[in-house]
């Protein structure tokens, strides 16, 4: 059974920084494309980022490029997302989820979120 | 980048009945269109991939259609539970865009 868990989430002040995790497990994490969505409170999600399998491919959404980054490590089955220059309409809470199988981009697996509270 | 728009933006149905939400992209996307269930206070569930794909383990009363950019959810005969909003995505290329839901209430 796939296993999604993220961490890290907390209040933070405008202009700072945060890193969040996802630890998965129940499938072999280094095939998996993989994703952060974002949902702030009262809205639908929003995609923010995804990387590869091997880690060589990113994409942001707009709204973040630049300021936020994506990474994982395979060796600890761990997906990141580094935060910086946050803004109060950054305040989410940060799903990992888990690409399908072929890498087309539709996301057949959510963890429960880390809420990202960005004020000061 | 690609705008995807959802309607109606709500609606309320009366158990039993057949409820059509329609998801339109901006410029043409294929079959490269999921759609997701959002219960309250819980995470976003995929129903439909490949525009038409059923996931497994979603009952048949789901369905999807549409190719290009113009798609449709269908519920063919509305239960209780399917209480939820209704996410479109694109996933043809980046940015894997959602569409703003539609919220499905019973009447």
């Known amino acids: 059974e796939v296993h999604l868990l993220e961490s890290g989430g907390t209040l933070v002040q405008p202009g700072g920084s945060l890193r969040v995790s996802c630890a998965a497990s129940?499938?072999?994490?280094?095939?998996?494309?993989m994703s952060w969505v974002r949902q702030a409170p009262g809205q639908g999600p929003e995609w923010v980022s995804v990387?590869?399998?091997?880690?060589?491919?990113?994409y942001y959404a707009g709204s973040v490029k630049g300021r936020f980054t994506i990474s994982r490590d395979n060796s600890k089955n761990t997906l990141y997302l580094q935060m910086n220059s946050l803004r109060a309409e950054d305040t989410a809470v940060y799903y990992c989820?888990?690409?399908?199988?072929?890498?087309?981009?539709?996301?057949?697996?959510w963890g429960h979120g880390t809420l990202v509270t960005v004020s000061a | 980048d690609i705008q995807m728009t959802q309607s109606p933006s709500s609606l309320s149905a009366s158990v039993g009945d057949r409820v059509t939400i329609t998801c339109r992209a901006s410029?043409?996307?294929?079959?490269?269109l999921a759609w997701y269930q959002q219960k309250s206070g819980k995470v976003p569930q995929l129903l439909i991939y490949?525009?038409?794909t059923l996931q497994p383990g979603v009952p048949s009363r789901f369905s999807g259609s549409g190719s290009g950019t113009d798609f449709t959810l269908t519920i063919s005969s509305l239960h209780p539970e399917d209480v939820a909003t209704y996410y479109c995505?694109?996933?043809?290329?980046?940015?894997?865009?959602f569409g703003p839901g539609t919220k499905v209430n019973i009447k």
């Open positions: 989820a888990k690409w399908d199988y072929n890498g087309l981009g539709y996301i057949d697996d």
């Open positions: 129940g499938f072999t994490f280094s095939s998996y494309a």
């Open positions: 990387i590869s399998g091997r880690g060589d491919t990113t």
């Open positions: 410029q043409g996307i294929t079959n490269y």
């Open positions: 490949d525009a038409s």
């Open positions: 995505q694109k996933y043809n290329s980046d940015p894997f865009t």
